[in-house]
């Protein structure tokens, strides 16, 4: 099965691939690598999820806002592979960015959004190393951010 077909049986859509808003590209391919830039946490129909984990919303809501950050960062691979999906070779890594209260101490599984929607697109190929990490603040008040490093054929 391809990545489109699994993306279909998930039930997900991939949003439009945005261009930056800042002085610095979306994506950038390197050797066999492809970076992307950070992607913000944006639902459905485009707002922003804006907000504080541990006061505005719990993990499981975090959860959702980071799943959506792994949809727009398989939109801009997407972009980046000019639209041939079967160009990503393997996930090597993800960074995600929490926007959460002092106390919040669930960043890891907040971030467990963007890692188990990659693992579940991309199959073994979605296996990554990771880091998770509270902020006090992020990008137009978004609650989550996340970046990826992707190895590509």
Same mark, same amino acid.
């Given at each position: 099965?391809?990545?489109?077909?699994?993306?279909?049986?998930?039930?997900?859509?991939?949003?439009?691939?945005?261009?930056?808003?800042?002085?610095?590209?979306?994506?950038?391919?390197?050797?066999?690598?492809?970076? @992307?830039?950070?992607?913000?946490? +944006?639902?459905?129909?485009?707002? /922003? &999820? #804006?907000?504080?984990? $541990?006061?505005?919303?719990?993990?499981?809501?975090?959860?959702?806002?980071?799943?959506?950050?792994?949809?727009?960062?398989?939109?801009?691979?997407?972009?980046?592979?000019?639209?041939?999906?079967?160009?990503?070779?393997?996930?090597?890594?993800?960074?995600?960015?929490?926007?959460?209260?002092?106390?919040? @101490?669930?960043?890891?599984?907040? +971030?467990?959004?963007?890692?188990? /929607? &990659? #693992?579940?697109?991309? $199959?073994?190929?979605?296996?990554?190393?990771?880091?998770?990490?509270?902020?006090?603040?992020?990008?137009?008040?978004?609650?989550?951010?996340?970046?990826?490093?992707?190895?590509?054929?």
């Amino acid at each position: 099965m391809n990545i489109e077909e699994k993306l279909k049986e998930l039930s997900f859509t991939l949003p439009k691939a945005t261009d930056p808003v800042g002085s610095y590209v979306a994506t950038k391919i390197s050797g066999n690598l492809l970076y @992307i830039s950070g992607q913000i946490s +944006i639902d459905e129909d485009g707002n /922003l &999820i #804006k907000g504080k984990v $541990g006061k505005d919303f719990n993990t499981d809501q975090a959860y959702k806002a980071a799943e959506r950050c792994a949809l727009n960062i398989i939109s801009q691979a997407k972009k980046a592979c000019a639209n041939d999906l079967s160009k990503i070779k393997s996930c090597v890594k993800l960074t995600g960015f929490v926007n959460s209260t002092d106390d919040f @101490i669930e960043q890891p599984k907040v +971030i467990n959004g963007a890692s188990d /929607l &990659i #693992k579940k697109v991309f $199959g073994d190929n979605g296996t990554h190393t990771r880091a998770a990490v509270s902020t006090n603040s992020l990008p137009l008040g978004v609650a989550v951010e996340v970046d990826a490093i992707f190895e590509i054929k």
